[in-house]
Each structure stands twice: as structure tokens, then as C-alpha cells.
């Protein structure tokens, strides 16, 4: 289909391009209906079709792919959202790629998409992304064809993902040009000062051409006076530049104004290269990403057909009609098996026996993942996915209070499995209390949820969280970032710390601290990220805490000290009678019991069934 839509060539109606429109619109579809990761997939093969098509740049590549990415992490927000995610992602790297001279993808086309976007109903395009997918799965594949597919597919994405590194590369030697273009403007204030005062003096020649090298000694001892001071007056000046000058009033005045005017473009200056620091640090992130797609595309995926025999057997002894399985082991090892078979109904009765025999066969206990029932109802055919049953399950309580009762925390969390065998709790801290506090610690969890969910590695996450949100506003935005991340196969636990209070392993017979000194995200343009790596067991506790509560504890000599031990003082086995216990004695610690800031606490336990 998309290639048909790059046939279209320059077609165009009333100056609009079709092909353009079209594209914009699939991605607009798949990304609204299929989340982040499809849509910034679908976004990335758009770009390289209307690339092999028309020889575009690649930059037009990174364009449909990032507007593709945030129209499916705004998809939350309805359609609006959609297509707000289009705008704003041509925005940003029009903006930061050409100076907003030169649109990428032109507002006109964008415009037109939205409206057919916003004029179909959510029940075609439903039809449509469905009837895409059965006609992939229908398709009679070759296998030459689709290995030849794969490596032009993986060689382009490997090349986008070097053109990302290029212009990474090029927006930080841009950056590093900041200390030679400082020299030069030092000289500049210079000529703007003799041409505002001298040049129609009549010593002007005297000072400027028989004195020059004098004149400029006197001026370099002028611009000491202002790196001090912020200023000069007659008395910084020499005395014998003052007997010589007939209008040093004026002199002095141009100085002072020329300085202010150096020292406001210094600061737009500084802006204007850490914005493009972090656009390089984007430009590097999406390069990983795409790189890591190519990565998993390139992997030859093995299916294993006598797995797939032996169980289609034994189900169809168990009395299951029309059975087809599909089996093949992911990269983390574990079997994955996508089962068709004439179900029951919808009464769930068959999913225990499926999972009996599914089990026996493999060697493992095998459960079905998720908890929806599969039944198609029209067709009356059950379809359900099998993992290998988690060593580990995770239970989570949470306690909070505001500082103050008339506003909302600041303080806010999330916790979620998601999907792979990873157990996510993350617990973000805003900077200052009230909504200001909250707005920047719910955009930061939320951002947390949707990278991780579309398969970010933290890495990546955590800088472009940061990057946004030093590019957010002028204003200062900054908020810790916390986040524990569980394998609830063999119970290793990662620990991401930017800026957030120590977290606490409450194990058996003591409370382990686990703490790294850094500065929250939202402050610096870089940020240096330290993973800790911990093992727990069956009956364990992860307590991570907002700083609130360490501050209630500061009259004490050590005030994490003593956390640590009002924790392993605790008998109850309930997350969450323990982090309303843990509030509970933090309140206490507090002058009146009135919290000293806004005040988080998620307890979870780690435990392991029989």
C-alpha cells in the first residue's frame, strides 16, 4: 500500500501534495491505533518509501519517525493528541535542523491529514489497521523474498541510524565553536565603542591609528574592570587616557552599553548552544533506537516445529477442534506460543486445560499472559498467548500526603509489569509542592511509562526525559526520577537514581540502603546515569521514599540512619500497612504533624508462589 502511495509521485491539488497527505495520514492511523513503537515504525518505513521514491534527504526520514513516536505517546489523549504529537514533532526538528526558515513536512499537508483524520470514524480505521494485518498473515510468503526484504530493510536502518549520529556529531562541534566566537565578540564590543564615540573625534586618528596598540592596552584593562565589577566609571579609567579623551562621558556611557548588550547575547548564546547539546542528544537516542530495531529485525527468529506437532496433538486429544500453534523462544530464552482453536464459548472453561497440556508438553509451567479471554466472536475461534510462568510475583502499597491539604502532591508513582517478565515501580518528585510540583512529577512518570512500555532501554529513557524537560519552559523545571525494575524470572533488581532519596531492601535480618549522588533531571544538559544491580528473594521488601521523608528524620544525627531502622523495626507483612506505618512514624517526627514536604512512600513485596 505504501509503495503504491509513493507511486503517486508529485501529484498534487491546489499546491497540496497527495502523496504527502496519505502518508501523514497512515501515520497517523497506525500511531493513534497501535501506540508509540508502531507508530514511529510505521513513520520510519513512510520515510524510506517517499526517500527510495523521490531521493529525499534523510532528515525526512527522522521527521516522519519522530512525529510518528509522540502522536503515539499522545494518543492517550484522543485524536487531538494524535495530531498534536504530528505538529509538534515537525516543530521541534524543523526548528532545530533549519532554523524554522524551511519546513520539513509542509503545514498545509499536515493540516489536510488531520482533518480526513479527524472525519473517519474510529470504526474505519479500526477495519483498516485489522484488514492490514490479515492481509500480512495471509500473504504467502517466499522465503528469498522476505530474507532479501530483511537486509534492504536492516541497511536502511542502519544507515538512518548513522545519519542520526552525523547530525549528533554536528549539532556538538557547533557547540564546541562557543569559546572562539566569545574572543571575537570581546573584540567586537571594541568597534562598536569606537564607532559610536570616536569615529567623528577629533583624536580619533591620533588615538586609533599613531596610539593603536596603546588605545587597545587601555580597553583590555577596561574589560578586566567589567568582568569584576559589571561596570566602569571614570575611576577604572587611566589617568592619562582620561587627560587625553575629549569625550570620555560618552566613552564611558558606550562601555557600559555596549557590555549589557554583550553580556544579554552571551546569555541567548549559552541557551541557544545547550539547546543544541540536547537536540545531539536526542539525534544520538533516536539513533539507538533505530540501530536496536535493526538489531532485533536482523535476528533470525527459529521456530520450533516439533514443539508445535507435539502440542497440536495433544490438544486435539483433549478434544479441541481447528488447533494451530506457533512456537519460538525469545530473546531472553523463554518459549513464547501463540494458540488458535476452537474454544468454549467464551466461558473460560478451556484455558485451564490449555495450559495443562501446554505445560506437560514444554517442561514448564506455562500461563496464559494477560487476563482477557481471546474469543473472537465471530468467527468463534479462541486466540491466546503462552509465557512461562514468573518465579516471582510483586504486590505494591503506597502511601502520600501533601504538604499542604488544599493542594495536590507533588510527589507521584507508578508501578506495572510490563509484559517481557519485568516488574517497573517508578516514584518521581517535583520540584517545590502544589499543581507546579505536580505537573512536572506526572509528566515525568507518565514519560517513564510510555518509553518503557514501547521497549526504551533506561538509558534512553532517562535522557530524553531530561531533555525535555530542560527544553520544556524557561522556567526552572526539574524532578527526580526513581525507578526499580524487577525480573521476576531470577529476582535481579536495577535500580535507576537521578536526584531521588536512597531506597531500601528490608531482607530477612537487615535493611539495605542502595543510594547514588546525582542531580535531578531537568537541570544539566547531561546526565551521567549509574544502574545498581541487587539480587532479592522470596519475602523481601523494595521501599522506595520521597525526600520528605528523610527530611522529617533530619534532627537526627543521621537522618537515613534512622529510616533504616524504623524500617527494620517493622514486623507487618502487608506493603501496605507498612508504607502507611512508615508515613505514620515520618508524621510524628514532624513539628504539629504537619509535613515538612510533600511525603511518598511504595512498599513492595517480592514473594514467590507455592
Same mark, same amino acid.
Given at each position: ?10 501529484? #498534487? ?15 497517523? !492511523? ?42 503515539? @505517546? ?7 493528541? #494524535?495530531?498534536?504529537?504530528?505538529? %509538534? ?5 524543523? &526548528? ?71 547530525? *549528533? ?94 553580556? !544579554? ?6 541557551? @541557544? ?18 540501530? $536496536? ?13 516439533? @514443539?508445535?506437532?507435539? @502440542?497440536?496433538? *495433544? ?9 494451530? *500453534? ?5 530473546? $531472553? ?35 496464559? $499472559? ?44 507508578? &508501578? ?49 526525559? $531530561?531533555?525535555?524537560? !530542560? ?26 537514581? !537521578? ?18 549522588? #546525582? ?24 521501599? %522506595? ?53 510533600? %511525603? ?11
Amino acid at each position: 500500500m505504501l509503495f503504491l502511495v509513493g507511486g503517486l509521485g508529485t501529484w #498534487s491539488v491546489l499546491g497540496v501534495s497527495l502523496r504527502n497527505v496519505l502518508c501523514i495520514l497512515t501515520i497517523l !492511523v497506525f500511531s493513534y491505533r497501535t501506540g508509540a513503537g508502531n507508530g514511529a515504525a510505521i513513520g520510519v518505513i513512510v520515510g524510506t518509501v517517499i526517500s527510495i521514491s523521490s531521493n529525499s534527504s534523510p532528515i525526512m526520514v527522522s521527521s516522519y519517525a519522530f512525529c510518528g513516536l509522540l502522536s503515539g @505517546i499522545l494518543r492517550n489523549m484522543g485524536k487531538v493528541g #494524535s495530531c498534536m504529537g504530528v505538529l %509538534m514533532g515537525n516543530a521541534v526538528l524543523t &526548528f532545530y535542523t533549519n532554523g524554522s526558515t524551511e519546513v520539513l513536512i509542509y503545514l498545509y499537508e499536515i493540516i489536510v491529514a488531520i482533518i480526513l483524520f479527524m472525519v473517519i470514524p474510529n470504526k474505519v480505521t479500526d477495519v483498516v489497521v485489522n484488514k492490514f494485518n490479515k492481509a500480512l498473515a495471509a500473504k504467502g510468503d517466499k522465503k528469498g523474498y522476505s530474507i532479501r526484504i530483511k537486509e534492504i530493510t536492516v541497511e536502511k536502518l542502519n544507515k538512518f541510524s548513522k545519519a542520526f549520529r552525523e547530525m *549528533a556529531k554536528t549539532f556538538d562541534e557547533i557547540s564546541e565553536t562557543r569559546s572562539i566566537t566569545e574572543k571575537q565578540d570581546i573584540t567586537a564590543i571594541f568597534d562598536r565603542v569606537a564607532d559610536r564615540v570616536c569615529k567623528d573625534c577629533s583624536l580619533c586618528s591620533h588615538c586609533w591609528e599613531q596610539n593603536f596598540c596603546n588605545t587597545y592596552q587601555i580597553l583590555f584593562k577596561i574589560v578586566e574592570k567589567l568582568d569584576c565589577k559589571g561596570w566602569i566609571d571614570q575611576q577604572d579609567i587611566p589617568q592619562y587616557f582620561l587627560d587625553r579623551c575629549e569625550r570620555i562621558d560618552d566613552f564611558v556611557k558606550a562601555v557600559n552599553y555596549t557590555y549589557e548588550l554583550f553580556k !544579554v547575547d552571551m546569555v541567548w548564546r549559552s541557551r @541557544i548552544n545547550e539547546s543544541r547539546g540536547l537536540v545531539s542528544q536526542q539525534m544520538r537516542s533516536m539513533s539507538t533506537i533505530i540501530s $536496536n530495531l535493526a538489531v532485533e529485525l536482523n535476528t533470525n527468529i527459529i521456530f520450533k516445529e516439533d @514443539i508445535e506437532y507435539n @502440542i497440536l496433538l *495433544a490438544l486435539t486429544k483433549k478434544g479441541l477442534r481447528n488447533v494451530e *500453534a506457533v512456537v519460538y523462544e525469545n530473546k $531472553n530464552g523463554n518459549y513464547e506460543i501463540s494458540l488458535s482453536y476452537k474454544g468454549c464459548g467464551g466461558k473460560r472453561s478451556c484455558i485451564g486445560c490449555v495450559e495443562k497440556v501446554v505445560s506437560d508438553v514444554i517442561g514448564c509451567k506455562m500461563v496464559k $499472559n494477560g487476563t482477557d479471554c481471546g474469543l473472537n466472536t465471530k468467527t468463534d475461534m479462541c486466540s491466546i498467548k503462552l509465557v512461562k510462568e514468573e518465579t516471582f510475583k510483586i504486590i505494591t502499597g503506597v502511601a502520600r500526603v501533601a504538604k499542604d491539604e488544599k493542594h495536590v502532591s507533588g510527589d507521584n508513582y507508578t &508501578f506495572l509489569n510490563s509484559g517481557d517478565g519485568k516488574y517497573i515501580a517508578a516514584l518521581s518528585d517535583g520540584m517545590g509542592t502544589g499543581h507546579k510540583a505536580y505537573l512536572q512529577s506526572k509528566a515525568t512518570v507518565n514519560l517513564i511509562e510510555q518509553f518503557m512500555e514501547s521497549g526504551f532501554d533506561k538509558d534512553t529513557t532517562v535522557k530524553l526525559i $531530561n531533555s525535555i524537560l !530542560v527544553l520544556k519552559s524557561n522556567d526552572e523545571t526539574f524532578a527526580t526520577i526513581d525507578i526499580s525494575v524487577v525480573d521476576l524470572y531470577d529476582g535481579e533488581v536495577e535500580f535507576v537514581k !537521578v536526584g531521588a532519596a536512597p531506597t531500601f531492601i528490608k531482607r530477612d535480618d537487615y535493611v539495605e540502603i542502595i543510594r547514588a549522588a #546525582s542531580l535531578p533531571a531537568g537541570i544539566l544538559s547531561n546526565v551521567e546515569l549509574e544502574l545498581i544491580h541487587k539480587n532479592v528473594n522470596s519475602g523481601e521488601y523494595i521501599i %522506595m521514599v520521597s525526600d520528605g521523608i528523610v527530611d522529617s528524620f533530619k534532627n537526627s544525627d543521621d537522618s537515613i540512619i534512622e529510616v533504616q531502622n524504623i524500617i527494620s523495626q517493622m514486623t507487618s507483612k502487608n506493603p501496605q500497612k507498612i508504607a502507611d506505618d512508615i508515613l505514620a512514624e515520618a508524621l510524628s517526627r514532624c513539628k504539629d504533624k504537619e509535613p515538612v514536604d510533600d %511525603m511518598m512512600v511504595m512498599v513492595s513485596k517480592i514473594w514467590k508462589p507455592l
